[in-house]
Structures are given as structure tokens and as C-alpha cells.
């Protein structure tokens, strides 16, 4: 779990702001779900037999002997409450959300025991249309941020009557190359033999390179959603390769997955993954209801901002006040909030703590703050205050109290202060 300091959140910033905007144009509204969840909610959803419930989760029993879980992923506990909340019975929803999500993971570059997710979900709408758009929302952000890196890569996982199906002949090909086998997929043979396809280990490629393959074996119905995907897909112009290996690694996902991977992050490619999940709601206890959505990892593509040079620079205070004198500093704290509230988009430092002229200065330049407001104690009896460009060479000018604001925004905007 780690830190993001001040000079780094201004990248996370940019993209969750140039998401938040985006997806309100897309008819999307903001939904924040519990951190914390009852662990059956995630075994269910999920399913038993994947990394996440197996090694992955953050599970713990309260006092009253519940077992809670921190959650490793959005989709289900939104789920959840659109049940719990009477928001089904035929309406449809497109919702998002933003925060951080944990997995007992190994921490390497990339990949955090705590990490944040952008997390969008379209709920009602059965056709490979919503497909087509949320894979374009994707995309026209990585535009939006400058983010050229990123290819898509999209599969069909058919219909679990299909899938079903095609277990069979997974399980009879696996279990004739058992003795390649590692010990999880010799434990998933029986239980998910779908996740052998999602295995990380490298010594199993081969043997899963053999593999029968998912998209020979889908049912009519799948092919003709997926195939009409496709050709939305090419008709607006998104690239993509159809992976028949891509499997998703949570149990719910049905027909249509997708993800964008990278090549600039290592071994930590996938930076935006989502898919079709119909049969969830009614899996947890809902009405049948199909659903599609897709979770980005924040750190990755906060990563590729700053590989592409796309970061924000932190912005400096307008105006740093300096104050001298015991009247002049008790004065100057009331003297900024007129002003704060004169100038409501201007940034006010003023100076806390005490200090001698050259000292306040010296914070003023490290601010870098572009105008210098002065208050001393003969300035404060006179009714006046000093204004100081820092970042040229125009010289001092004194300005009426009343007049300060003006004199501030002409000054910040290059425009003539008024008159002595």
C-alpha cells in the first residue's frame, strides 16, 4: 500500500477529472458503494474457484462473528445495491465510480495490496450496442489524455449453457496433459477448468497454447452479438484483435470481454479490462437483468500520463501577503479572506508564523506566487497596502485598501494597476 504526495496527485487529478467529465456526456452518474462488504457477496459473484477468493482477499470476522471482506472489486458490490436498493425491475442504470479496491497481492510496479480503480457499469440493456459505446467512452478518453500506448483486445465467452459445453472437452484435454499441469490448475481441473486458460505461470503456455479454443464453440446467439460488436467496432473506427485465449479472471462474465493492455508497464499490461456479466444480478438474489462494465486501474494510467509527459504542473499561489508588525499581522488574516472573497479563482498565500522581511520573501519567491502583497504596520495607519511583481522587474506601488482587489487581478492579468 503507498502514498501519493502532493507532486504526484495532480496527474491522478487530470484523469479523474477528464473521466468525471466524459462519462457525465455519456449519461453516467456517480454511485459510491461500502469498502467493506460481507465476504459470501464476493464468493458468489466472483466464484470460488478464482485467484481473487482463493489467495487474494482481505477477510476478517467483526465482533458480532460476521465475515466482512475489504472489497477487490466494484462490480459486485454495486450490484448489490441496486438489489438491496429496489432499483431494478426493468429500469436501467449507468453508473460510475472512483476508489480504492484490495488484494493480497505480491506488490510489484504497477500492482499495489491497495490500488484505486475507475470503475463504469451499464445496467438494462441487452445488445451489443452498449458494448460498442462503453468500448468508445475507452477510447475517447485515452485521446482525451494524451495516451497512445494502449491496444484493445476483445473476446466472447458465449453463454454458460455454451460454456458449459465447452468445459467438457476442456476438462478432457487438460486431463490428458495433467502431468504438465501445475498444482492450481490440477486443483481448478474439476471446480473451473476456465481459469487454467488465465494462468500466469510460464511454464503452462504450451500446454494452454494446445488449448481448445472458446470461439469455435459458441452458441448462435453469442456469435451474432459478438459479431455485430465487431463490425461497431470497425464501422467507428477502433482497432482491435480478437484474443480467443481472453477469459477474465472473476467467474461472472459472460459473452463479451475486453481489454486494453500496454506495453510500456511490464509484466502489468492490462490497464482497463471489463466484459458482460448477465446472469450476475440474478445470481445475487436480483431479478435477470444483463449488465456490462469495465474497471481501470488508476495507477497504471496515472503511469503512462507521466511516461507521456501529460502531468499537470502544480499550480502556484497568485498572491503571497507579507505582514510586519504586531497590527499589521493581526490585520492581515482579515485582510486575505476580503480578498479570497473579492477574488474567489485567485490563490491567497499569506504568510503564517512570523519572520523578518528578508525571510518572508524568501517564501514568497519558493511559492511562486507571481505578485507580492505587502502590510506593515505604517502601511495598515495610512489605509494602504504595497504591491511587489515577483517574476519581473516592474517596481513596488502602493494601493488604497479598498481599491487592493482591482488592483491584484489588473496586475495578475498584465493590465495597468490603477494609479497612486
Known amino acids: 500500500m503507498n502514498d501519493v504526495l502532493p507532486a504526484e496527485v495532480g496527474a491522478w487529478q487530470r484523469l479523474e477529472d477528464c473521466a468525471r467529465e466524459l462519462l457525465a456526456s455519456y449519461g453516467y452518474e456517480e454511485i459510491r458503494v461500502p469498502v ?41 458490490g454495486i450490484m448489490r445495491s441496486l438489489i438491496s436498493n429496489g432499483m431494478l425491475r426493468g429500469q436501467r442504470h449507468k453508473l460510475w465510480c472512483v476508489g480504492p479496491m484490495f488484494r493480497h497481492e505480491r506488490p510489484q510496479k504497477g500492482r499495489y495490496r491497495q490500488f484505486n480503480q475507475i470503475d463504469v457499469e451499464a445496467v438494462g440493456i441487452p445488445g451489443p450496442d452498449v458494448d460498442a459505446e462503453l468500448i468508445a467512452l475507452t477510447a475517447r478518453l485515452w485521446r482525451r489524455l494524451g495516451i497512445e500506448r494502449v491496444r484493445l483486445e476483445i ?58 479454443l472458446l470461439t469455435d464453440h459458441l452458441d448462435p446467439q453469442s456469435r451474432e452479438h459478438f ?22 479472471g472473476l467467474d461472472y462474465y459472460s459473452r463479451t470481454v475486453f481489454e486494453w493492455i500496454t506495453d510500456a508497464l511490464g509484466a502489468q499490461d492490462a490497464v482497463c479490462s471489463g466484459g ?39 499550480r502556484a499561489a497568485d498572491v503571497y501577503v507579507v505582514v510586519s508588525g504586531v497590527r499589521a499581522s ?34 514568497a519567491d519558493r511559492s511562486g506566487a507571481a505578485l507580492a502583497v505587502i502590510l506593515g504596520d505604517d502601511e495598515l495607519a495610512r489605509g494602504v497596502a504595497a504591491v511587489k511583481p515577483l517574476r519581473n522587474e516592474a517596481g513596488q506601488s502602493e494601493c488604497p485598501l479598498p481599491e487592493l482587489a482591482a488592483a491584484i487581478e489588473a496586475a495578475l492579468t498584465g493590465a495597468a494597476a490603477p494609479a497612486e
Open 155 to 212: 473476446n466472447s465467452l458465449g453463454t454458460p449453457e455454451s460454456r458449459r459445453a465447452y468445459r467438457e472437452k476442456l476438462i478432457g484435454y487438460f486431463r490428458a496433459h495433467e502431468s504438465s499441469l501445475d498444482a492450481d490448475s490440477r486443483r481448478r481441473l474439476e471446480g473451473n477448468p476456465m481459469r487454467i486458460l488465465d494462468s500466469k505461470n510460464p511454464e503452462m503456455r504450451a500446454v494452454i497454447a494446445g488449448a481448445p
Open 36 to 76: 467493506v462488504e460481507h465476504t459470501a457477496l464476493f464468493k458468489r459473484a466472483i466464484g470460488e474457484y478464482t485467484d481473487v477468493v482463493e489467495k487474494e482477499m482481505y477477510t476478517f470476522s467483526d465482533q458480532g462473528g460476521e465475515s466482512l471482506t475489504l472489497r477487490p472489486e466494484a462490480t459486485a
Open 330 to 363: 493581526a490585520a492581515g488574516i482579515g485582510l486575505v479572506e476580503r480578498l479570497r472573497d473579492e477574488l474567489p479563482r485567485r490563490r491567497f498565500d499569506l504568510n503564517l508564523g512570523g519572520g523578518n522581511f528578508k525571510a518572508q520573501f524568501r517564501r
Open 276 to 314: 458482460r456479466y448477465d446472469g450476475l444480478i440474478a445470481q445475487l438474489g436480483g431479478e435477470p437483468t444483463p449488465g456490462i462494465g469495465f474497471a481501470m486501474g488508476v495507477e497504471r494510467v496515472v503511469e503512462l500520463l507521466v511516461q507521456a509527459g501529460h502531468v499537470p504542473a502544480g
Open 227 to 248: 459479431d455485430a460488436l465487431c463490425a461497431a467496432l470497425e464501422s467507428i473506427g477502433i482497432p482491435f484483435r480478437v484474443n480467443p485465449r481472453l477469459v477474465r
